[in-house]
């Protein structure tokens, strides 16, 4: 390969990394301005998290289609037209005046960041040669949680200098330019598919998937070692850190930031470990105890100091970094071809995780509550009910380690299938 065909990998490669980032910056947004959305439209956690969560609904049902489309298409022609969508999705929660529109705009922009990792994974089957699939499939996790950072964190910072609106703006413009940027994807490189295929094979992918009740067992087991992102770092842990050490907002974020890059490294790691063991089982059986085992004292040691729970909150992270895993084992399960399908029927049951936590939390916490409000018509969320709340999270991670058991292995690298 020349050195200018290698350029144009790295560009596309960094295009779809970049593509993620956005998607993950405009997914979390709403966690760094839960206060001021709450405050400004008069909503109550269950409304705020149905609103925030709203977004995985279009989200999960454009997994398979999106999955299918870019096996047909390919990433340079859908991820440009997937950032304009996202681009359309957060000027409207921008411009919103009134809850429904919130809910409009995340719907919107659950649409076009559907295909926002299973892009990235698309972008590497085509470019990338098929041994590597696990290590840039945990190196692209990564770059999803610098998103979750810039839109916890780095969000957090901007909206107490220019206003939640202004800064919605600029990550919308940011979107509008990088679907510029993404025509600019290379073609495929490693294609395993003729034009016969495409259309006589379409849906074989699905068909394969939805008849292995093993990939069930891997799918559900995704959503809950995906919880640790979808239902604490996205949107509860920030709220949940200031009622705990009174603490402001942009100090609370951080609970969040060290979550995504340890959650972020972990990815790497996991990759790495799972080559190295020769098996993807032992390490996810390994994280999944880990990540418990760190999650129990971030939620329920009341004397923990701050700097500490950053620590828990990166070691939790890490140990929660199993998705290139259950992505290989599912990438496994179908020839190559199927590769953008199977990663987006897998993501789409991974996501659903967010889907129904997000809400469900909500819901724990003003039940909870018993209508507790304080002088002025505001909600009050205390350590006691996130606790609580947060008890059910544990549980499920902790039936998550019987699905272990039922997953087929693989090896660290992908199996060579046509």
Not at 93 to 108: D, K, N, Q, T
Not at 165 to 185: D, E, G, P, Q
Not at 336 to 359: C, D, E, H, L, W
């Amino acid at each position: 390969m020349s050195s200018n065909d290698k350029s144009k990998v790295a560009l596309s490669i960094a295009t779809g990394w970049m593509f993620y980032l956005l998607c993950y910056v405009s997914r979390v947004e709403p966690s760094a301005i839960s206060n001021e959305l709450m405050r400004e439209f008069s909503m109550t956690a269950s409304t705020f998290g149905l609103v925030v969560s709203s977004l995985y609904i279009t989200y999960c049902l454009m997994q398979i289609p999106s999955g299918i489309l870019l096996d047909k298409f390919g990433s340079r022609i859908i991820l440009p037209i997937s950032a304009l969508i996202c681009s359309i999705g957060i000027f409207i929660f921008g411009l919103s005046a009134i809850p429904a529109h919130l809910e409009i705009g995340r719907l919107v922009l659950g649409l076009g960041s559907a295909s926002g990792f299973i892009g990235c994974t698309k972008v590497i089957s085509e470019l990338i040669h098929p041994r590597k699939y696990p290590l840039f499939v945990g190196i692209s996790m990564f770059v999803g949680c610098l998103g979750g950072i810039c839109g916890s964190l780095l969000t957090a910072y901007l909206v107490s200098h220019f206003g939640w609106r202004s800064t919605t703006y600029a990550i919308a413009v940011f979107a509008f330019l990088l679907a510029i940027l993404a025509t600019r994807i290379s073609k495929p490189k490693y294609e395993q598919k003729s034009e016969t295929d495409q259309e006589t094979e379409l849906l074989n992918g699905i068909k394969i998937l939805s008849k292995n009740p093993k990939f069930w067992m891997l799918g559900i087991y995704g959503a809950i070692s995906y919880l640790p992102l979808s239902a604490i770092a996205e949107l509860w842990c920030i709220p949940f850190m200031e009622g705990k050490y009174a603490i402001q907002t942009s100090v609370a974020a951080l609970s969040a930031t060290f979550t995504f890059i340890g959650y972020g490294l972990g990815s790497i790691i996991t990759a790495e470990l799972a080559n190295l063991f020769k098996s993807c089982k032992k390490v996810l059986l390994i994280f999944t105890i880990l990540m418990i085992l760190t999650f129990i004292p971030i939620i329920y040691w009341d004397g923990m100091p701050l700097m500490l729970s950053y620590g828990m909150f990166f070691l939790f992270g890490i140990f929660g970094g199993t998705i290139p895993l259950f992505f290989t084992i599912a990438f496994s399960m179908v020839p190559k071809r199927y590769g953008g399908t199977s990663a987006g029927f897998t993501n789409m049951i991974v996501m659903t995780g967010g889907f129904v936590f997000q809400p469900l939390l909500g819901r724990l916490l003003d039940y909870f509550r018993g209508g507790m409000m304080d002088t002025s018509g505001i909600p009050v969320y205390t350590l006691e009910m996130y606790k609580s709340a947060f008890c059910v999270v544990l549980i499920c991670m902790i039936l998550s380690i019987f699905l272990i058991f039922v997953i087929d292995d693989v090896t660290g690298t992908t199996q060579e299938m046509e």
